[in-house]
């Protein structure tokens, strides 16, 4: 019964039970950390590898903390430490680029890991060639019925001029 008082029996609060103190602001009436700093927090590969991130973090911008899985991914694949030097060494305008295609990559890898994006490129030529020899073969097809519409049309004047028939 759960009312009981008879039951000692210990039973652990919820955490909706717990009162909040009152000397506790509420975090509605803060304003959010983003919009006073600008900064988020710890980007998704700091946090999956547990160091502190700052402001000037060169992987922040590409693996934001709300999307984990594309650090995680990477990392597996390529590992941290070349994911940072890769993109020291490009310019800024082409590291946006290089995350993504490493993202892919990783992903692909995931999934292949024998053969990775190269896998699907040759599944995705397989599937191209199938539908070009599919459309070579439906316009032959629709070639051959020409043929034999035209072929029907000119039996049809023919007997029509033969015979002398008219349709009025």
Aim: proline fraction near 8%; include cysteine; glycine fraction near 4%.
């Amino acid at each position: 019964m759960e009312g009981d008082d008879n039951d000692k029996t210990p039973r652990p609060l919820s955490v909706s039970c717990i009162p909040f103190s009152s000397s506790v602001p509420s975090s509605r009436f803060l304003p959010s950390p983003t919009s006073i700093t600008g900064f988020q927090g710890p980007c998704a590969a700091c946090r999956f590898l547990r160091r502190r991130c700052n402001e000037g973090c060169i992987l922040a911008p590409y693996f934001p903390p709300n999307e984990p899985f594309r650090f995680i991914n990477a990392h597996k694949v390529f590992g941290a430490s070349n994911i940072v030097k890769t993109l020291q060494e490009l310019p800024q305008s082409n590291r946006a680029d290089a995350v993504s295609s490493m993202v892919y990559e990783a992903n692909a890898r995931i999934r292949d890991p024998v053969y990775g994006c190269a896998g699907t490129i040759s599944q995705l030529q397989k599937q191209l060639n199938d539908l070009k020899a599919e459309l070579a073969m439906a316009k032959a097809e629709l070639s051959i019925m020409q043929c034999q519409q035209l072929q029907q049309n000119a039996n049809a004047s023919f007997f029509l001029d033969r015979f002398n028939l008219d349709y009025c």
